[in-house]
């Protein structure tokens, strides 16, 4: 395949700078073309890193495959299947280390509408981190069963007030992270490796004092492929939220309430 374009996006989104998009995918052979496209149709000025988990139906070849033909389109193979966390923590260290001013996070099975990145990256004009939230007014979610549904309300309740989060969809995985938000945060501490994960960053943006903000989005069932969702991924997510709740409960006790609600912190 010949490539079309070999230029960096040297302009990058007005008032955010370089956006990387990290999409991680394992088993997504029949969906990455579709979403790499779709991506580069709402915003062309963003680059484009598939996260691949070495998947056993080719779906990093596919990706190679784009990447030859698209310079915005890059690649990370990794060796094998760690769960969602590790492949975002490394797309993120990727980013980093070549100095990208914003990464958005975006599932490739198409239940993240790239349609809706403009909207998000116009809210990370003003925000360290945005989050496209299917539990914010306006937000519509299609398709998606009634368990689904139930599980994402419980669990965003939960985390809601185990935490003590202002955030409506801590779970939700179609975000925005402003550079310097990832630089704050202590990413080596991060130990979860599926669901949990969204909810992990959540904590720690919030604890550092990070503005997050929700943009609605309208969030679709995914079309083609398996789900990777699992129980195991369900018992992960409600023995960490309860563990750091604890923790949280019990750092307040010792530093006394008053300290613990005014010490958060915010970067430079
Ligand atoms: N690299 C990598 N990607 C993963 C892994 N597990 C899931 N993914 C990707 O993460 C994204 C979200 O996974 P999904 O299976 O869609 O999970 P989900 O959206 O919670 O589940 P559904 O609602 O059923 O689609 C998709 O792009 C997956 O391919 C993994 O272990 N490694
Ligand atoms: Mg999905």
Not at 100 to 120: F, R
Request: net charge positive; aromatic share 6%; hydrophobic share 45%.
């Amino acid at each position: 395949m010949r490539r079309t374009d070999i230029r960096p996006a040297a302009t990058g989104v007005p008032g955010v700078g370089r956006v990387l998009v990290v999409i991680p995918t394992y088993n997504e052979a029949d969906n990455v073309g579709a979403i790499v496209r779709r991506v580069r149709g709402a915003a062309p000025q963003v680059e484009i890193l598939v996260a691949d988990d070495n998947s056993p139906d080719g779906t990093g070849r596919v990706a190679e495959g784009l990447a030859r033909a698209d310079g915005h389109v890059h690649v990370l193979h990794r060796e094998g299947k760690q769960g969602l966390g590790a492949a975002y923590l490394a797309g993120f260290a990727w980013a980093r280390k070549r100095g990208y001013d914003a990464v958005v996070e975006m599932d490739a099975d198409g239940s993240h509408a790239p349609e809706d990145l403009p909207a998000l990256l116009a809210a990370a004009r003003h925000a360290d981190v945005v989050i496209g939230s299917r539990w914010t007014r306006g937000a519509r979610v299609l398709n998606w069963p009634l368990r689904r549904l139930l599980l994402s309300r419980c669990g965003n309740l939960y985390a809601r007030l185990a935490l003590g989060m202002p955030v409506a969809d801590a779970t939700g995985g179609y975000r925005v992270y402003r550079a310097g938000v990832l630089d704050a945060v202590d990413l080596e501490s991060v130990c979860s490796q599926g669901y949990s994960f969204q909810v992990e960053l959540s904590r720690l943006a919030h604890r550092a004092g990070a503005r997050i903000v929700e943009v609605p989005i309208t969030f679709a069932e995914r079309e083609r492929g398996d789900s990777k969702m699992s129980p195991l991924i369900v018992a992960e997510a409600l023995w960490r939220i309860t563990g750091w709740a604890v923790r949280d409960r019990r750092t307040a006790v010792r530093q006394g309430w008053q300290g613990a609600t005014t010490g958060r912190a915010r970067w430079p």
